[in-house]
Protein backbone atom coordinates (compact mmCIF):
# COMPACT_ATOMS: atom_id res chain seq x y z
CA UNK A 1 0.00 0.00 0.00
CA UNK A 2 1.24 3.23 -1.06
CA UNK A 3 1.82 6.17 1.44
CA UNK A 4 0.68 9.62 0.84
CA UNK A 5 3.32 13.02 1.47
CA UNK A 6 1.84 16.13 2.14
CA UNK A 7 3.82 18.42 0.81
CA UNK A 8 4.20 22.74 0.90
CA UNK A 9 6.82 24.71 -0.10
CA UNK A 10 8.21 27.44 1.88
CA UNK A 11 8.39 30.91 -0.06
CA UNK A 12 11.96 31.46 0.75
CA UNK A 13 15.03 30.16 2.48
CA UNK A 14 18.93 31.29 3.14
CA UNK A 15 21.66 29.19 3.26
CA UNK A 16 25.38 29.53 3.65
CA UNK A 17 27.25 29.17 0.53
CA UNK A 18 28.90 25.60 -0.51
CA UNK A 19 25.97 24.53 1.82
CA UNK A 20 23.10 21.55 0.92
CA UNK A 21 19.00 22.40 0.61
CA UNK A 22 17.46 19.81 2.31
CA UNK A 23 13.31 18.91 1.53
CA UNK A 24 12.86 19.62 5.67
CA UNK A 25 13.96 23.29 5.23
CA UNK A 26 12.47 23.78 1.31
CA UNK A 27 9.02 22.54 2.47
CA UNK A 28 6.52 21.27 5.14
CA UNK A 29 6.09 17.81 5.49
CA UNK A 30 3.37 15.83 6.34
CA UNK A 31 2.89 12.11 6.00
CA UNK A 32 0.89 9.32 8.30
CA UNK A 33 3.56 6.75 7.83
CA UNK A 34 6.54 8.68 10.55
CA UNK A 35 9.53 7.34 9.29
CA UNK A 36 9.26 8.03 5.88
CA UNK A 37 8.70 11.66 7.25
CA UNK A 38 12.04 11.87 8.98
CA UNK A 39 13.94 9.86 5.80
CA UNK A 40 12.58 12.26 3.34
CA UNK A 41 12.98 15.58 5.77
CA UNK A 42 16.69 14.93 5.34
CA UNK A 43 16.74 14.38 1.45
CA UNK A 44 18.97 16.76 -0.51
CA UNK A 45 17.26 18.87 -2.98
CA UNK A 46 20.53 20.68 -3.93
CA UNK A 47 24.46 21.38 -3.12
CA UNK A 48 25.25 24.81 -4.06
CA UNK A 49 27.86 25.65 -6.16
CA UNK A 50 29.95 28.94 -6.37
CA UNK A 51 28.93 29.03 -10.83
CA UNK A 52 25.06 29.16 -8.70
CA UNK A 53 25.51 32.72 -7.96
CA UNK A 54 23.50 33.66 -4.84
CA UNK A 55 20.67 33.01 -5.42
CA UNK A 56 18.64 29.17 -6.42
CA UNK A 57 15.17 28.75 -7.48
CA UNK A 58 14.06 24.54 -6.67
CA UNK A 59 10.78 23.68 -8.88
CA UNK A 60 8.41 21.20 -7.19
CA UNK A 61 8.86 19.13 -10.34
CA UNK A 62 12.64 19.04 -9.43
CA UNK A 63 11.61 17.98 -5.80
CA UNK A 64 8.64 15.31 -7.01
CA UNK A 65 11.34 13.84 -8.73
CA UNK A 66 13.73 13.64 -6.23
CA UNK A 67 10.89 12.17 -3.63
CA UNK A 68 9.72 9.63 -6.45
CA UNK A 69 13.32 8.62 -7.12
CA UNK A 70 14.26 8.24 -3.18
CA UNK A 71 11.05 6.36 -2.03
CA UNK A 72 9.17 5.33 -5.50
CA UNK A 73 5.95 4.13 -4.17
CA UNK A 74 5.01 7.45 -2.23
CA UNK A 75 2.07 9.71 -3.31
CA UNK A 76 2.81 13.26 -3.27
CA UNK A 77 0.17 15.79 -3.14
CA UNK A 78 1.43 19.60 -3.29
CA UNK A 79 0.24 22.54 -2.48
CA UNK A 80 0.98 26.26 -2.26
CA UNK A 81 3.92 27.92 -4.50
CA UNK A 82 5.77 26.22 -7.09
CA UNK A 83 8.95 27.36 -6.36
CA UNK A 84 11.23 28.29 -3.44
CA UNK A 85 13.38 30.97 -3.84
CA UNK A 86 17.01 29.84 -2.02
CA UNK A 87 19.09 33.06 -0.52
CA UNK A 88 22.69 32.09 -0.32
CA UNK A 89 25.25 34.50 1.60
CA UNK A 90 27.60 34.20 5.00
CA UNK A 91 25.72 36.22 7.07
CA UNK A 92 22.13 38.15 7.40
CA UNK A 93 23.17 41.57 6.11
CA UNK A 94 22.89 44.02 9.26
CA UNK A 95 21.63 47.35 8.76
CA UNK A 96 24.00 50.30 8.29
CA UNK A 97 23.35 53.07 11.13
CA UNK A 98 24.49 55.86 8.69
CA UNK A 99 22.11 54.99 6.22
CA UNK A 100 19.63 54.45 8.75
CA UNK A 101 20.01 57.72 10.04
CA UNK A 102 20.35 59.57 6.79
CA UNK A 103 17.31 58.31 5.52
CA UNK A 104 15.02 58.94 8.90
CA UNK A 105 16.58 62.85 8.46
CA UNK A 106 15.78 62.45 5.00
CA UNK A 107 11.83 61.73 5.46
CA UNK A 108 11.66 63.32 8.64
CA UNK A 109 12.08 67.01 6.63
CA UNK A 110 10.63 65.36 3.61
CA UNK A 111 7.16 64.64 5.30
CA UNK A 112 7.64 68.12 6.91
CA UNK A 113 8.21 70.23 3.86
CA UNK A 114 5.49 68.32 2.17
CA UNK A 115 3.06 68.83 4.95
CA UNK A 116 4.12 72.84 4.90
CA UNK A 117 3.81 73.05 1.03
CA UNK A 118 0.33 71.51 1.14
CA UNK A 119 -0.87 74.03 4.36
CA UNK A 120 0.48 76.86 1.97
CA UNK A 121 -1.24 75.39 -1.62
CA UNK A 122 -4.84 75.56 0.23
CA UNK A 123 -4.35 78.73 2.52
CA UNK A 124 -4.79 77.00 5.92
CA UNK A 125 -3.51 80.05 7.91
CA UNK A 126 -5.97 81.95 6.17
CA UNK A 127 -8.89 79.53 7.27
CA UNK A 128 -7.64 78.95 10.74
CA UNK A 129 -7.80 82.68 11.55
CA UNK A 130 -11.05 82.87 9.63
CA UNK A 131 -12.69 79.72 11.41
CA UNK A 132 -11.10 81.16 15.09
CA UNK A 133 -13.18 84.86 13.54
CA UNK A 134 -16.41 83.01 13.14
CA UNK A 135 -15.91 81.35 16.65
CA UNK A 136 -14.63 83.84 18.77
CA UNK A 137 -15.56 87.10 16.93
CA UNK A 138 -12.37 88.67 16.93
CA UNK A 139 -9.73 88.34 13.87
CA UNK A 140 -6.59 86.84 15.09
CA UNK A 141 -3.12 87.01 13.03
CA UNK A 142 -1.87 84.11 15.18
CA UNK A 143 -5.04 81.59 16.60
CA UNK A 144 -2.31 79.36 18.11
CA UNK A 145 -5.14 78.13 20.91
CA UNK A 146 -6.53 76.43 17.41
CA UNK A 147 -3.12 76.08 15.39
CA UNK A 148 -1.44 73.51 18.08
CA UNK A 149 -3.95 71.23 18.65
CA UNK A 150 -4.40 71.09 15.06
CA UNK A 151 -0.54 70.50 15.13
CA UNK A 152 -1.00 67.99 17.86
CA UNK A 153 -3.87 66.23 15.99
CA UNK A 154 -1.50 65.88 12.88
CA UNK A 155 0.87 64.03 15.06
CA UNK A 156 -1.45 62.18 16.23
CA UNK A 157 -3.25 60.86 13.48
CA UNK A 158 -0.18 60.15 11.96
CA UNK A 159 0.78 57.69 14.86
CA UNK A 160 -2.62 55.92 13.90
CA UNK A 161 -2.75 55.92 10.86
CA UNK A 162 1.17 53.52 10.94
CA UNK A 163 -0.29 51.79 14.27
CA UNK A 164 3.14 52.38 15.39
CA UNK A 165 4.54 54.39 18.40
CA UNK A 166 8.74 53.46 17.97
CA UNK A 167 8.70 49.65 18.56
CA UNK A 168 5.38 49.28 20.13
CA UNK A 169 1.89 48.61 18.28
CA UNK A 170 -1.39 49.69 18.78
CA UNK A 171 -3.14 46.74 17.77
CA UNK A 172 -2.67 43.55 16.24
CA UNK A 173 -3.52 45.33 12.43
CA UNK A 174 -0.86 45.73 10.02
CA UNK A 175 -0.43 49.16 9.15
CA UNK A 176 -0.28 50.09 4.80
CA UNK A 177 3.39 51.01 5.11
CA UNK A 178 3.69 47.03 6.46
CA UNK A 179 1.32 46.35 4.12
CA UNK A 180 2.64 47.97 1.07
CA UNK A 181 6.36 46.20 1.88
CA UNK A 182 5.03 42.97 1.82
CA UNK A 183 3.60 43.25 -1.55
CA UNK A 184 6.72 44.93 -2.63
CA UNK A 185 9.28 41.92 -1.13
CA UNK A 186 6.14 39.70 -2.96
CA UNK A 187 7.11 41.35 -5.98
CA UNK A 188 10.56 41.13 -5.78
CA UNK A 189 10.09 37.43 -4.80
CA UNK A 190 8.21 36.61 -8.15
CA UNK A 191 10.65 38.51 -10.44
CA UNK A 192 13.39 36.83 -9.16
CA UNK A 193 11.84 33.87 -9.60
CA UNK A 194 10.48 34.47 -13.06
CA UNK A 195 13.86 35.41 -14.08
CA UNK A 196 15.88 32.82 -12.34
CA UNK A 197 13.86 30.63 -14.13
CA UNK A 198 14.19 31.66 -17.28
CA UNK A 199 17.93 31.85 -16.98
CA UNK A 200 17.78 27.64 -16.06
CA UNK A 201 15.87 27.09 -18.96
CA UNK A 202 18.09 28.79 -21.37
CA UNK A 203 20.53 26.94 -19.83
CA UNK A 204 18.94 23.55 -20.45
CA UNK A 205 18.04 24.26 -24.25
CA UNK A 206 21.30 25.22 -24.85
CA UNK A 207 22.36 21.29 -23.61
CA UNK A 208 19.66 19.69 -25.79
CA UNK A 209 21.08 22.24 -28.69
Not at 127 to 155: A, C, D, N
Request: proline share 5%; hydrophobic share 45%; aromatic share 8%.
Amino acid sequence: MSSTLYLRLRKRIGIKPNNMVTLGSAARLFAADTELEQRLHSLVLHRHRPEDGNRVVIDMLQIVKAIREAAPGVVVETFGDPQVLVIVADTPPKPRIAVLIAAWLLLFFGAGLAIMNFHTDVSMKEVHQRITELVTGEKSEHPLWFQIPYSLGIGIGMLVFFNHLFRKRMNEEPNPLEVELFMYEESVNDYVIAEEMRIKNERGERKNS
